[in-house]
């Protein structure tokens, strides 16, 4: 299973961007997908997801300024960035729990994508 995510930049305090990662491969489902983000020095963080449930879950950190979304039809998760600052510069990572048969699921990690937010 490979992540591949487009997007991400230099942009203005106060700016937009938009992240997509597209998932391919071998499996069944798409169990939870969404992103994660690492600063430097800093823990992975959860940034938004959809769930196993389909329900959405977003870091306090951007409720109200990040929208995830997805295409279930073509596997990809997209995550609309507005009102960003410079706190929100870090390494964007797109995240998949998927099925790969009836009895296993596996976890996968995109290989990221740059995001500054300059002041």
């Known amino acids: 299973v490979q992540l591949v995510e487009s997007g991400g930049g230099l942009v203005q305090a106060g700016g937009s961007l938009g992240l997509n990662c597209a998932a391919s491969?071998?499996?069944?489902?798409?169990?939870?997908i969404g992103w994660y983000r690492q600063a430097p020095g800093k823990q992975r963080e959860l940034v938004a997801i959809?769930?196993?449930?389909?329900?959405?879950n977003y870091a306090d950190s951007v409720k109200g300024r990040f929208t995830i979304s997805r295409d279930n039809a073509k596997n990809t998760v997209s995550l609309q960035m507005n009102g960003l600052k410079p706190e929100d510069t870090a390494v964007y990572l797109c995240y998949a729990r998927v099925r790969e048969s009836w009895n296993r699921i596996a976890a996968y990690w995109g290989q990221g994508t740059q995001v500054t937010v300059s002041s």
């Open positions: 491969g071998k499996f069944s489902s798409i169990d939870a």
């Open positions: 959809f769930s196993s449930t389909s329900s959405t």
